[in-house]
């Protein structure tokens, strides 16, 4: 691994986790983007609108308060091991993810098997900022938190769920058509 200058905020705090989100974004085609990020977001300003409308904010979120901890925790340990499954086999069916897709990262192009491993890694870092930002939530809820701070978090939690969902649903579309493909030729 190359030595990387530290300049800024790096000098101080851990800030490479960061690499990650920088290179999902980076890669994602057009296509995708509307999947993953637009679809969420119109369907979080819909949900949080009627919810507004109705002056629910405060029973969705602790709904989702209830919920979310348990089956966040289950996506997270569900990405680890897609993301442990991905880099520690080297059998024959992940050595097929290794064919070079259309996108490209740092002018180079992007296998099957690193763009899995790039979409897996931002799934899990939403994954942990949604469970933070629901533990956020409770802790704030106790000391009393205004409508206006209610509504900001109850569209983040579920743009994050949806957008969370989503990727997961891509990820796996993904590995069962590079397979499909591999039946198809024999």
Same mark, same amino acid.
């Given at each position: 691994?190359?030595?990387?200058?530290?300049? /800024?905020?790096?000098?101080?705090?851990?800030?490479?986790?960061?690499?990650?989100?920088?290179?999902?974004?980076?890669?994602?085609?057009?296509?995708?983007? =509307?999947?993953?990020?637009?679809?969420?977001?119109? =369907?979080?300003?819909?949900?949080?609108?009627?919810?507004?409308?109705?002056?629910?904010?405060?029973?969705?979120?602790?709904?989702?308060?209830?919920?979310?901890?348990?089956?966040?925790?289950?996506?997270?340990?569900?990405?680890?091991?897609?993301?442990?499954?991905?880099?520690?086999?080297?059998?024959?069916s992940v050595e097929q993810l290794k064919i070079i897709?259309?996108?490209?990262?740092?002018?180079?192009?992007?296998?099957?098997?690193? +763009?899995?491993?790039?979409?897996?890694?931002?799934?899990?870092?939403?994954?942990?900022?949604?469970?933070?930002?629901?533990?956020?939530?409770?802790?704030?809820? /106790?000391? /009393?938190?205004?409508?206006?701070?209610?509504?900001?978090?109850l569209f983040i939690e579920i743009y994050l769920t949806?957008?969370?969902?989503?990727?997961?649903?891509?990820?796996?579309?993904?590995?069962?058509?590079?397979?499909?493909?591999?039946?198809? +030729?024999?």
């Amino acid at each position: 691994m190359k030595k990387r200058s530290t300049r /800024g905020l790096g000098q101080y705090i851990y800030m490479e986790w960061l690499f990650p989100i920088k290179d999902y974004y980076c890669s994602i085609r057009k296509n995708e983007v =509307v999947f993953e990020i637009v679809i969420p977001l119109l =369907v979080s300003l819909i949900c949080v609108s009627l919810y507004f409308r109705e002056r629910k904010i405060e029973i969705a979120l602790d709904g989702l308060s209830e919920l979310l901890p348990s089956a966040i925790s289950i996506l997270i340990g569900f990405t680890i091991m897609l993301i442990t499954l991905l880099l520690t086999s080297s059998v024959e069916s992940v050595e097929q993810l290794k064919i070079i897709t259309t996108k490209t990262l740092y002018k180079k192009p992007l296998t099957l098997h690193q +763009d899995l491993h790039i979409q897996f890694s931002h799934s899990l870092f939403s994954e942990i900022f949604l469970l933070l930002l629901i533990f956020f939530y409770l802790f704030l809820k /106790g000391i /009393g938190l205004p409508l206006f701070m209610s509504t900001i978090v109850l569209f983040i939690e579920i743009y994050l769920t949806l957008n969370i969902l989503l990727s997961i649903l891509r990820g796996i579309a993904n590995l069962y058509f590079s397979f499909y493909h591999v039946l198809e +030729d024999k």
